[in-house]
């Protein structure tokens, strides 16, 4: 199984950026990536998300546009880059780890880090 560690939080204007990064280790297989956030008092939601080579990206539609996903896998970290941030997008951000190469939605991923707080102020 995967262990995902997540770093890169912070407090932040609204219009600034953040980039958070993902540490994976204990891993011997190819695996997707993706990240989730969860505002409080609400449900985890899908962020982006990148097949194994990195070829597949995929966003909500909450992001498109202002968050770019990526993925070192020499360095086994994977990174979200977020710009022009707005005080909704203030949540825990997770980042995950699927058991397969290729993303899908229907897929739940198999492991989870352990969260990184983003609070963006007005």
């Known amino acids: 199984q995967v262990q995902l560690v997540e770093s890169g939080g912070g407090l932040v204007q609204a219009g600034g950026s953040l980039r958070l990064s993902c540490a994976a280790s204990?891993?011997?297989?190819?695996?997707?990536m993706g990240w989730f956030l969860q505002a409080p008092g609400k449900e985890r939601e899908f962020v982006a998300a990148?097949?194994?080579?990195?070829?597949?990206?995929y966003y909500a539609d909450s992001v498109k546009g202002r968050c770019t996903i990526s993925r070192d896998n020499a360095r086994n970290t994977g990174y979200l880059q977020m710009n022009s941030l707005k005080p909704e997008d203030t949540a825990v951000y997770y980042c995950?780890?699927?058991?397969?190469?290729?993303?899908?939605?229907?897929?739940?991923?198999?492991?989870w880090g352990q969260g990184t707080q983003v609070t963006v102020s007005s």
């Open positions: 995950a780890a699927y058991s397969s190469r290729m993303y899908s939605e229907r897929a739940f991923p198999a492991s």
């Open positions: 204990g891993c011997t297989f190819a695996y997707a």
């Open positions: 990148i097949n194994w080579i990195g070829a597949g990206l």
